[in-house]
């Protein structure tokens, strides 16, 4: 269904460069949840998310381009890289709203959006992230009777998505909205987590 959309801005694509180092005092977090317009808006909510970029990452191919990563021959997926502020949310709390945003069951896709390019994944930065994805991901499996399916691997290089993909949620919000409605996300995230849900 997004590749419909997408096509409508194919003129538009721009190459990806890898992503500026966060600034001093800061921290970075990379999520994979499926379609990265839906996991800006979560973080960029939170008091103490600095920024958050939409990307590319897992994958092999040197700045891949959306249309690359979406024919899923690249190893890449969709993420965000959140940058933060230690002193004001900690990466726990980061942990919260992403599982919160996501389907944890199920491999290889999100949704209605099928593929490796859309599986979910915690991309640690450093060993105490390491510890506390693999703490909190053994906390959600106990709320569920089927395996959780999301990765916790080390943080590769990751590439910033073209322009037009950055706060899509605020640039194109009717699209957005279309998007995810119609993808199924709301009511499966309600599903799985009840009041606790991120939908909007």
Request: aromatic residues 12%; hydrophobic residues 35%.
């Amino acid at each position: 269904m997004r590749g419909l959309l997408m096509s409508l801005f194919a003129g538009m694509m721009m190459l990806a460069a890898p992503a500026d180092s966060a600034a001093a005092g800061s921290a970075k977090a990379t999520f994979a949840g499926g379609c990265f317009w839906c996991m800006e808006g979560p973080f960029d909510r939170l008091e103490g998310v600095e920024s958050t970029t939409s990307g590319y990452t897992g994958g092999d191919k040197k700045d891949p381009t959306y249309e690359e990563v979406t024919s899923g021959t690249t190893g890449h997926t969709e993420a965000v890289e959140v940058v933060f502020d230690p002193q004001q949310i900690s990466y726990e709390e980061l942990l919260e709203v992403f599982w919160r945003n996501i389907d944890p069951l199920v491999k290889n896709r999100q949704f209605c959006d099928v593929g490796s390019q859309y599986r979910t994944a915690i991309f640690y930065h450093g060993e105490a992230q390491k510890k506390a994805a693999e703490k909190s991901r053994d906390q959600i499996a106990r709320q569920f009777e089927q395996p959780i399916q999301t990765e916790i691997v080390a943080a590769t290089t990751f590439y910033p998505a073209e322009e037009y993909h950055q706060d899509y949620y605020q640039k194109n919000p009717i699209r957005y909205h279309f998007y995810r409605s119609g993808c199924g996300r709301d009511g499966r995230l309600k599903e799985l987590w009840g009041d606790e849900a991120d939908v909007h």
